[in-house]
């Protein structure tokens, strides 16, 4: 094969949900049914038109691979096993006669139907992207199903531009996924690869004849030390897959994206294959050192594409620095390119859209498009030589230099209080106290109640939104969201719930909510990134010393305890999910900043319990997603992400119920540090991997309280009452009656009330049969 030459610059992927969240909305008008299949297309299919026009405008080329055609309808690597063939047997009815999957198809898989269960969904490496897990079998019967790529290729062709067509690579692909049920034991998907590899050699052929030059694998599993396969047999996978793709006799040039981190043991696995190119993500990882000889000369006749422009946060950066680094590569290889260390899919679209936050703030800042923007420079550094670039190296030197004098950014009294902190602030009295405290709350057993947010109406957006733009005074925003809890507190009391909440009719979201109201912080009018299929977020931007300047629940939890004689939850956001959740600061260690925000918390739940709320959850649904991918910086972030919870929760009384909440992660990888947080009740995502974590539970020793969810709210479906019990018997048969609550997976914020109220029946019906179970006297044999 003739290789062509790599672009200068490039960026691995960039947002594709549109600028004002166009996809999301067609997406979800096509599952309400207002927008057909080929509505949604033409909708897409212009989305996809805008964004490489875009990029082209910023820099990157036309005709040269530069541009990746990294669209998805909803996830990735769902993709690619459609692409792949890897369709479950419970959905091999939506398969045509070749077994591919239509779009109608493609969403039930992601989203589940009736009785069929979807995906399971959990966290992208250290992000907040979610992706569905493949399943994959001994017999699961792999077939290439490119059309899409083939077709959306085409489509850029036909506009005039060559693209690069990107995949999630086949090692990453099978790494991900779990096997089957009913898969034997001892079976991994990985066991699947020289299986699998034909199909992808098929799909590179097809490519090259459609006329691509440049395809794209993405192999970030490759620089993560937390898969649960031996780090021997990674590293062997690199090998079977890409000598055989590399020995493709008509194919694109291969380029292999591996973000995230360092690519370490896996790079001179990598570097033997005949791949044409290698990402080297130096934002998250670090220049290889001390390589062998063997390994320098294969890079050497590779490209090295330099990810040196953080895809994974929004700060400006020194631009400075990362061009050094780009001449650094050129040591290892005379072909070099420029890149961002990520997809782009991680931060908003773009910083200029922010007319209402600060100016000086604005100018520390780099969405999207400055991204690409920055990825062009570097470029033309690289072709033209640095003093072409001179000009913006210094502004972005200077715009830092801004930032690190800025007030607000160091705060002394902030930080003397971090200073003054002792191991006692830590710590609560021993559970077994809490416990005997806490037995004035007066529950049942397997006590029922839900992770803390009601569906929020378009009546209740309209209010906020309304209150925004100054055509709602406070007052009578206060009445409208006060007639709303009161509507979900006596619904809950119909419904035979244990322990409520208020409903959270008032938040914008969980994260966002306190950005609002602690120093520090900063939001954004249009900074919406995905986190999974069309859901998106706005994460806050986290830029300066954090306080509290007046309490921020209270008002809320305190009205909803009057009006019910049950306990009411107070509900906050812990440190750990509100830095995962947020774009936070580069300038000090994570550690510092989450015992800034958990200092806040503390004075929260002080100002809670003095209002009379007895029970209080501190949610981390986070705690897994920023976990290191390498297993050496495991210990620092479990020690101060589970420390700056205690310190949240350590002022709390012995008679107040601490309660925190987990979601969608590999709990098993961090199942001691949840026990460290010392809550007096976990919930945990369970239905969705169908109680999966009570086995790590039974053997882990967790003594405390612990609800496994037994409702999915991340699909559509209304489990049966008979779904419910049979989740809820399973963990009764492993949990102490005494520990075991009953709730859904996550909060109802994305729900309907229909679904809702229908859902958390079945749940109040379930509970009452394996109480009545419990209770039911054990008769001789």
């Excluded at 490489?52 to 996830?75: K, Q």
């Excluded at 021997?232 to 006799?249: F, K, N, P, T, W």
């Excluded at 019910?564 to 906050?572: A, D, F, R, S, Y």
């Excluded at 496994?708 to 018997?729: C, F, K, M, N």
Aim: charged share 25%; hydrophobic share 45%.
């Amino acid at each position: 094969m003739t290789t062509s030459a790599f672009p200068d610059g490039t960026i691995l992927g960039y947002p594709r949900i549109g600028r004002r969240r166009e996809l999301k909305r067609a997406v979800e008008s096509f599952w309400a049914g207002s927008l057909t299949a080929d509505e949604l297309e033409q909708e897409a299919a212009r989305l996809r038109s805008v964004t490489r026009e875009r990029l082209a405008a910023l820099g990157l080329g036309r005709t040269d691979s530069a541009i990746p055609e990294s669209f998805s309808y909803y996830d990735q690597v769902l993709d690619a096993a459609i692409t792949v063939g890897a369709v479950p047997t419970r959905f091999a009815g939506l398969t045509d006669e070749r077994g591919g999957v239509d779009l109608g198809g493609y969403f039930t898989i992601a989203r589940g139907a009736g009785d069929d269960a979807p995906l399971e969904m959990t966290k992208w490496f250290d992000s907040n992207y979610h992706y569905l897990v493949p399943e994959i079998a001994p017999d699961t019967a792999f077939s290439l199903h490119a059309e899409r790529i083939l077709a959306e290729f085409a489509e850029a062709k036909a506009a005039g531009f060559l693209t690069r067509p990107v995949i999630v690579g086949p090692v990453t692909f099978l790494l991900l996924a779990k096997a089957a049920d009913g898969a034997p034991a001892g079976f991994e998907p990985i066991d699947r690869l020289a299986d699998l590899v034909p199909v992808y050699v098929e799909l590179l052929e097809q490519l090259a004849a459609a006329g691509a030059e440049w395809v794209q694998l993405d192999e970030p599993a490759l620089v993560s030390e937390s898969i649960d396969v031996a780090r021997g047999r990674v590293i062997e996978s690199v090998g079977v897959a890409y000598d055989a793709l590399g020995a493709i006799e008509a194919r694109p040039a291969i380029f292999v994206a591996a973000p995230y981190g360092s690519l370490d043991d896996a790079l001179p696995a990598l570097a033997a294959t005949p791949v044409d190119a290698i990402s080297l993500d130096l934002v998250r990882g670090a220049l290889p050192e001390g390589i062998d000889a063997a390994t320098a000369e294969s890079l050497a006749s590779k490209t090295l594409v330099a990810g040196v422009i953080d895809g994974h946060n929004i700060w400006r950066g020194d631009l400075d620095a990362a061009f050094e680094q780009v001449e650094a590569v050129q040591r290892l290889s005379a072909s070099v390119a420029v890149a961002t260390s990520t997809s782009l899919l991680h931060v908003p679209h773009d910083v200029d859209d922010e007319t209402a936050l600060d100016a000086r703030l604005v100018s520390w800042l780099a969405f999207a498009d400055q991204k690409v923007g920055q990825v062009a420079v570097l470029a033309r550094g690289l072709v033209e030589g640095r003093a072409a670039i001179e000009g913006e190296l210094a502004a972005a030197s200077a715009a830092l230099a801004d930032r690190n004098d800025a007030p607000g950014v160091r705060v002394p009294s902030v930080r003397e209080r971090l200073a003054a902190l002792g191991e006692q602030d830590f710590t609560r009295a021993d559970y077994d106290e809490r416990v005997a405290a806490q037995a004035v709350l007066d529950l049942p057993a397997l006590p029922t109640t839900t992770i803390g947010s009601f569906p929020q109406t378009s009546e209740i957006r309209r209010a906020r939104a309304r209150l925004v733009n100054g055509s709602l005074t406070s007052e009578d925003y206060t009445r409208l969201m006060r007639e709303e809890i009161a509507r979900v507190v006596e619904l809950q009391e119909e419904l035979g719930l244990d322990v409520l909440v208020h409903g959270e009719p008032e938040r914008n979201d969980m994260v966002q909510y306190f950005a609002e109201l602690l120093d520090g912080f900063a939001v954004t009018q249009h900074g919406w990134v995905q986190s999974y299929g069309s859901r998106c977020t706005r994460p806050s931007i986290l830029w300066g010393d954090v306080s509290r300047p007046r309490p921020m629940t209270v008002e809320w939890s305190a009205f909803a305890q009057s009006i019910t004689e049950k306990p009411m939850k107070g509900m906050l956001t812990g440190p750990v999910t509100i830095l995962a959740w947020s774009f936070v600061r580069d300038d000090q260690p994570l550690g510092d900043t989450a015992r800034q925000v958990a200092l806040a918390l503390r004075d929260e739940i002080t100002d809670l319990e003095a209002a009379g709320i007895r029970v209080i959850q501190v949610d981390e649904p986070a705690l897994r997603e920023l976990l290191p991918l390498k297993l050496a910086a495991q210990p620092a972030y479990l020690d101060w992400s589970v420390g700056s919870f205690r310190l949240a929760t350590g002022g709390a009384t012995p008679a107040t119920q601490v309660h925190t909440h987990l979601c969608y992660s590999e709990f098993g990888v961090v199942i001691d540090a949840i026990k460290n947080l010392d809550a007096d009740v976990t919930s945990i995502e369970a239905a969705r991997s169908r109680m999966e974590v009570v086995d790590d539970l039974e053997t882990s020793g967790f003594d405390h309280g612990i609800g496994p969810g037994v409702y999915d709210i991340h699909s559509p479906r209304v489990p049966s009452t008979d779904e419910v019990q049979t989740l809820l018997e399973r963990a009764a048969a492993a949990i102490p009656s005494a520990r075991l609550w009953v709730n859904p997976d996550c909060g109802l914020k994305t729900r309907g009330y229909d679904e809702t109220v229908e859902s958390l029946r079945h749940i109040v019906e379930a509970t009452r049969a394996v109480r009545a179970q419990l209770d039911a006297p054990v008769l001789a044999g």
